[in-house]
């Protein structure tokens, strides 16, 4: 008797390809089980500290960056 094993392998691309294909709902409940497999963050943000930096960026105190330019910025920073 032969087995026979068929290895199927999806790229980030892919599952998001087939993601856009479920509904609201199941998309909602997808986004649950993946952060959900994170675990829990180590550091925590206050309401508070939320409001500060939305007013912050409202009155033009600090300047709104993407998150690409945030991306590109991280790669020269050295680790300590």
Do not use: C, H, W
């Not at 479920?22 to 675990?39: A, M, P």
Request: charged share 30%; no cysteine; hydrophobic share 40%.
């Amino acid at each position: 008797m032969f087995r026979i094993v068929v290895e199927f392998v999806m790229t980030v691309e892919d599952l998001t390809r087939e993601a856009g294909n479920l509904s609201v709902k199941e998309r909602g409940e997808l986004i649950t089980r993946l952060l959900d497999g994170l675990g829990r963050s180590t550091y925590d943000v206050s309401d508070e500290e939320v409001a500060q930096r939305v007013a912050e960026t409202a009155d033009g105190s600090v300047e709104d960056i993407s998150q690409a330019e945030l991306v590109s910025r991280l790669k020269y920073v050295k680790p300590t």
